[in-house]
């Protein structure tokens, strides 16, 4: 039981550049969460997903989507990166709003 | 719009005391309220999950409180070991219609002297 996973755990883009950030957990849990944590800011919820096939806004979604094609997976896209997405990226995972919410290792992600 | 506060911002005591920890939000419209620690450069760990109808959670060294109409929460730690340091974070989970997830604090970094 891997619990929540990321992938990759570094990566340094240069503006413009795309990527995608991989979550995956393997405790069926229906609600799947990103995250970016900034020094000074906290954790910042930028997009969510409450069940296989949706995805929804958090608090600070612009320039990035995200996908949930597999209740395991929770991909975080980056179309054209830009140096303030400088930070590190968690997933988060949880069966319903009343339970724990647990998270993975982060991504920490460097964009020049 | 929620907010979470923590206070201190640090702390650093010696080993063996007990110790407090606390957080406040300004919305008492909440699910529950969750305590985790962060170690550095590493995610985030699960302490303790206190729901809105509780008052309180325990686990081995640590207890975590919860006065909703109040907004506040705090986290107690008993006989602090060098282990202990890290830095904790409160977050809570509103409740009604609008986003799901957790709205953090910005944390507490817990210095435990030898």
């Known amino acids: 039981n891997a619990g929540v996973t990321q992938t990759p755990k570094f990566r340094v883009l240069k503006t413009g550049q795309s990527m995608t950030l991989l979550c995956a957990q393997d405790m069926n849990h229906e609600y799947m969460y990103w995250y970016r944590q900034d020094p000074g800011m906290g954790l910042r919820l930028i997009h969510y997903?409450?069940?296989?096939?949706?995805?929804a806004k958090g608090e600070v979604p612009d320039g990035y989507n995200v996908s949930r094609l597999k209740k395991q997976n929770f991909l975080l896209g980056l179309e054209s990166a830009a140096p303030s997405q400088t930070s590190v990226y968690f997933c988060?995972?949880?069966?319903?709003?009343?339970?724990?919410?647990?998270f993975g290792p982060g991504t920490r992600l460097t964009v020049t | 719009k929620q907010e979470v506060t923590q206070i201190p911002a640090a702390l650093s005591v010696p080993e063996g005391e007990n110790l407090v920890l606390n957080c406040s939000f300004t919305?008492?419209?909440?699910?529950?309220l969750q305590w985790f620690r962060q170690d550095p450069g590493k995610g985030l760990t699960s302490l303790l999950l206190i729901q809105s109808s509780q008052r309180e959670q325990t686990s081995g060294r640590l207890n975590a409180s919860l006065d909703k109409s109040s907004g506040r929460s705090t986290l107690y730690i008993a006989a602090s070991q060098p282990g202990d340091s890290a830095t904790y974070l409160c977050?809570?989970?509103?409740?009604?219609?609008?986003?799901?997830?957790?709205?953090f604090g910005k944390g507490t970094h817990l210095i435990i002297q030898p």
């Open positions: 988060a995972s949880r069966q319903g709003p009343l339970y724990e919410q647990y």
């Open positions: 997903s409450v069940g296989e096939g949706t995805t």
């Open positions: 919305d008492s419209a909440i699910y529950n």
């Open positions: 977050a809570v989970r509103r409740s009604g219609g609008g986003a799901d997830g957790l709205t």
